[in-house]
């Protein structure tokens, strides 16, 4: 994973580079199939499975998602993860940055996407200003998809 400083992440190029380097991604927000099987939160990180990629869900409402067991929290989260990938409302987004700006340097995943139809500008910058590298507004399942195409 490349880890330059903190920055909004708006070049395709790069997104592309972030979906193609990828191994471990957190999902905020996870679904669980069984309940909800057309839900993005649980569509998305199935194909990321499916990709090859090591899923840790997060959501306290399920105890797992995708056969493994959920965090409760991004508190809770381990050190290499290199993508924390939020399906949350924005208005939640703000409490998240919160969150993942109390926990350890050496936990802290270096970049936080925040999928299509999310986004949350003054939380972008406190986590750009804190050396977070930050997506808003996209899919990293289609850039995962994309940057596997073009291996």
């Not at 330059?4 to 905020?28: F, H, M, S, Y």
């Not at 929290?73 to 993942?100: C, K, M, N, Q, Y």
Request: charged share 25%.
């Amino acid at each position: 994973m490349n880890t330059a400083p903190g920055a909004l992440v708006l070049d395709e190029a790069e997104r592309v580079a972030i979906a193609r380097d990828v191994r471990t991604i957190a999902v905020l927000g996870i679904k669980d199939g069984r309940r909800d099987p057309d839900a993005a939160a649980y569509t998305v990180p199935a194909m990321f499975v499916a990709l090859g990629l090591r899923v840790i869900g997060v959501n306290p409402r399920y105890p797992e998602a995708l056969g493994e067991p959920t965090l409760k929290s991004i508190a809770e989260l381990p050190a290499g993860v290199d993508v924390l990938d939020v399906f949350r409302r924005a208005d939640a987004i703000p409490g998240h940055t919160d969150e993942l700006l109390a926990l350890p340097p050496e936990r802290r995943p270096p970049v936080v996407w925040l999928q299509s139809g999310i986004r949350h500008d003054a939380s972008a910058a406190r986590l750009v200003a804190a050396g977070f590298r930050v997506v808003q507004d996209a899919c990293l399942g289609v850039y995962a998809r994309r940057a596997r195409r073009t291996r």
